[in-house]
């Protein structure tokens, strides 16, 4: 298993097949992370990744490790002391947004024992699906959690999600039931977590996060405009929601 932390360099794309087609491109970057061992950063460089268990899952845990463990016990799933690799944006000067933050757990004996998918809209809202991925690493869940105001809570994703390696390939789509409607994809390429690929990475991608919460609101109002009919938003909170 190669070393963490790591750093990718991303480029992301969705693109939305119905109702209306529309695609949105954006590069950022992503940290791979041991979340018992997130990385010790100069002092200088602090401000520009920390890692706060208050941005994940009920953020009322001491440590995001004892978090997900917390999320995993209540699934009926032990760990027993194993490995995790988790998939994230860190808060940039004091700003976090992640769509998508995943986590890959492994038992004791280093066997891949499930993936966390943990989701967070632009309401506030956050939602954690436990996957069990295949030996391709695809996996299955039906929606449950309100992310885009132009989708109902319905149909199902299919994910592939295999662990992180020198490359970074993952893929979302939503099925619903007159077809595909939207997909996702992350590509990305590994480096080394150094302060100099990380200072590089920041000022080629100042307040990444700010940047991808603006894009998602901006071409959401696009979308309004061109006449796309916009989703209530169900009146309901998870028990992940952010407090």
Not at 60 to 71: F, K, M, N, V
Not at 81 to 90: E, F, I, P, Q, S
């Amino acid at each position: 298993m190669n070393a963490v932390p790591a750093l990718y360099s991303c480029r992301i794309a969705h693109v939305r097949t119905g109702p209306r087609r529309y695609a949105l491109r954006h590069r950022t970057y992503l940290w791979l992370v041991d979340p018992d061992h997130p990385p010790r950063l100069p002092f200088p460089l602090r401000p520009l990744a920390r890692f706060d268990p208050r941005d994940h899952f009920a953020g009322d845990r001491p440590s995001i490790r004892t978090g997900l463990d917390a999320y995993l016990a209540a699934q009926g799933v032990r760990l027993d002391g194993g490995r995790v690799l988790m998939l994230t944006h860190a808060r940039v000067l004091g700003h976090v947004f992640n769509p998508l933050t995943l986590y890959w757990c492994h038992g004791p004996d280093g066997d891949l024992r499930c993936v966390v998918a943990e989701v967070h809209n632009t309401y506030g809202g956050r939602h954690s699906y436990l996957l069990r991925p295949d030996a391709t690493g695809s996996a299955g869940a039906d929606k449950d959690f309100y992310v885009s105001p132009f989708f109902p809570v319905d149909g199902r994703y299919r994910m592939r999600l295999p662990p992180p390696g020198e490359r970074l390939d993952l893929t979302v789509h939503l099925d619903r039931e007159d077809g595909r409607a939207f997909t996702a994809t992350v590509r990305g390429d590994r480096r080394a977590a150094t302060a100099a690929a990380l200072l590089r990475l920041a000022l080629r991608h100042p307040w990444s996060t700010l940047a991808v919460s603006a894009a998602i609101r901006v071409h959401g109002a696009r979308l309004y405009l061109r006449g796309l009919p916009v989703q209530p938003r169900p009146d309901h909170r998870t028990t992940e929601k952010a407090t």
